[in-house]
């Protein structure tokens, strides 16, 4: 369509005629490229037999024969860290936000019974701050190193208008694998069976709405370090103690808190009950703060919170004095916590 001579579009004292460029509009792609670009060595220092040599596009290559899987069965996961941003945010601490968002999914990959194989990772910014996206790749390949699978790539979203400049939202991805003899699907667990617990490192990443609800400003920033430790990741220790012994089940205390995971040991066994108690094991004195805080009920804390069992696990019942002692080996406190028992109710 032919436009009007003095069209609005034709005339040069329109505000389009202002030459508004993206960078203008709040988003800098090449300082962002050349600011990445400098991150390199510490996201290849991640990869592990498998990651192939991409072309520079925004999908990374990863090559399943490489790891001589015979019959794999793959297992994804995609989380966030929730309201514990908020606080990283007031608090200015940012690389445990990066380790808690990849050990949300690589703790829940590994319920199956898989081994991550890489992750990736999505960071949404007002604006991109060097300081603050440094310490969040580099707490995500920590995380990575830990749970020993590859950061394969990422996203950086520059959104200005959506976030204000100094906000930001992470969340990450996580492919992992299993043999499918070896996949831990629950339907093992037994009546009898022993309930290990193994040890959180705090809150992890869940009930900060409620921590940030009882706390004021003042106490959030005096508690800061109990408060922003970092999620344990339990896969080195899980995959090395299952080696030498047999497991039945593993529940990833997350959402819900230890009340409806626990309960997740039996999802695929109708008849059976999980039976625990607290007094088996050592709540974290963070638990008593949050509690006392708010006067928040006991039953609420133990379905919001972890209360330091961050992930718990099934086995037969001479098998759990062993089990426990091989975690302590580890570095990993883990106790005996209850039992598999049945029930009347399917």
């Not at 590994?110 to 604006?127: E, H, I, N, S, W």
């Not at 106790?335 to 028992?341: A, F, V």
Request: net charge positive; aromatic share 6%; proline share 5%.
């Amino acid at each position: 369509m032919t436009l009007p001579r003095q069209s609005k579009i034709q005339n040069p004292k329109s505000k389009i005629h202002k030459r508004a460029t993206y960078r203008k509009a709040g988003v800098d792609i090449q300082a962002t490229d050349q600011w990445l670009a400098r991150l390199q060595p510490v996201i290849r220092a991640t990869h592990v037999p498998g990651v192939m040599p991409d072309r520079g596009q925004f999908a990374g290559l990863f090559r399943l024969a490489a790891t001589k899987w015979q019959d794999p069965v793959l297992v994804s996961s995609t989380d966030g860290v929730g309201t514990k941003l908020k606080l990283a945010q007031l608090a200015g601490e940012h690389a445990g936000i990066g380790i808690d968002a990849v050990a949300m999914n690589t703790n829940d990959i590994l319920v199956y019974g898989a081994r991550p194989l890489f992750f990736l990772d999505y960071v949404a910014m007002g604006k991109v701050q060097p300081k603050i996206l440094g310490a969040l790749i580099r707490g995500v390949a920590d995380g990575c190193r830990q749970s020993g699978c590859a950061l394969l790539g990422g996203e950086t979203a520059e959104m200005p208008g959506v976030y204000e400049t100094n906000a930001y939202d992470i969340a990450g991805f996580c492919v992992g694998a299993v043999e499918r003899r070896a996949l831990l699907d629950g339907s093992a667990v037994r009546a009898g069976d022993a309930i290990v617990g193994l040890a959180s490192s705090g809150l992890h990443a869940n009930g900060f709405s409620l921590v940030r609800k009882v706390f004021s400003r003042a106490e959030l920033a005096r508690h800061t370090r109990e408060l922003l430790t970092p999620t344990r990741i339990y896969v080195k220790p899980v995959l090395a103690v299952r080696r030498r012994h047999a497991i039945s089940a593993l529940a990833h205390v997350t959402g819900g808190g230890l009340t409806r995971r626990l309960a997740s040991l039996v999802a695929r066994r109708p008849g059976l009950k999980a039976e625990w108690a607290p007094g088996r094991w050592p709540i974290p004195p963070v638990f008593r703060l949050v509690q006392h805080a708010g006067g928040v009920s006991t039953d609420e804390m133990f379905a919001t919170f972890n209360m330091g069992i961050g992930m718990a696990l099934t086995c037969r019942a001479p098998d759990a004095r062993a089990i426990t002692a091989a975690f302590a080996r580890r570095g990993v406190p883990a106790w005996l916590i209850g039992r598999i028992e049945r029930s009347a109710r399917r």
